[in-house]
């Protein structure tokens, strides 16, 4: 009778990581918004939406041409086959069309925390319902799937408009984390710490909630 030896210290195999639901291909389905694993197919879509010079969340200074979207997909795609992360296109159901970026990142999966972060959503869609629906569905499955006790947010703390929208959807302050990197322009960035915990999770689900019904019904979408 053979036995099968247990080699210690060996990745994972690819099957188990593919199996792993914190970085495993999943959308999330919403009224207005889809959130597809980004993939090689959102590239030309997204470039005509998300591109212009500088944005705060990107630390090599904004995704201005084509060849830095594909970056960015390129590293969003080695990034959850390493079970490192888990990067979704925005797309807009109506339109079809990729209107942004949002990735999960930063998996502690032992302490049941993770991080959302380095979101891209076009310029044409911000102050609408996009961002409220987007973090809905990923702090949704965050909290409801993977049960999560605590999701985490990193702002610049210069991203004042960042800094508001965190705050909106129920994120709460912790601190500030000074001279967390060095800029290519030579700044040293500060980031703004804010979390959402599961105990908080109730009350903020029905404040998105709240958000979204205002918004159908003052834009006439429901």
């Not at 990107?58 to 201005?64: A, H, K, L, R, T």
């Not at 942004?100 to 609408?128: D, S």
């Not at 210069?158 to 060095?182: C, H, P």
């Amino acid at each position: 009778m053979e036995t099968t030896k247990t080699v210690p210290n060996m990745p994972a195999p690819m099957t188990e990581i593919l199996k792993d639901p914190w970085s495993q291909e999943i959308t999330l389905e919403g009224l207005k918004l889809r959130l597809e694993p980004t993939g090689l197919s959102h590239i030309e879509s997204l470039s005509q939406n998300i591109l212009y010079p500088r944005y705060w969340v990107e630390d090599f200074g904004g995704c201005q041409t084509e060849a830095d979207v594909e970056k960015e997909v390129r590293h969003s795609l080695l990034a959850r086959m390493e079970g490192l992360e888990n990067g979704f296109t925005v797309v807009d159901k109506e339109s079809g069309e990729a209107i942004g970026l949002t990735n999960y990142l930063y998996f502690h999966r032992k302490f049941k925390t993770l991080e959302i972060g380095r979101t891209r959503i076009g310029r044409p869609w911000h102050k609408t319902c996009v961002n409220t629906e987007a973090k809905l569905l990923m702090l949704t499955y965050a909290f409801e799937s993977l049960g999560c006790q605590r999701v985490a947010f990193k702002v610049d703390s210069l991203n004042f408009n960042s800094q508001r929208a965190v705050k909106r959807i129920g994120g709460k302050f912790e601190g500030e984390v000074r001279n967390y990197m060095l800029l290519p322009d030579g700044r040293k960035r500060d980031y703004h710490s804010y979390s959402i915990i599961d105990s908080e999770w109730v009350n903020v689900k029905k404040t998105l909630h709240g958000y979204l019904e205002k918004y159908y019904v003052s834009t006439g979408s429901l």
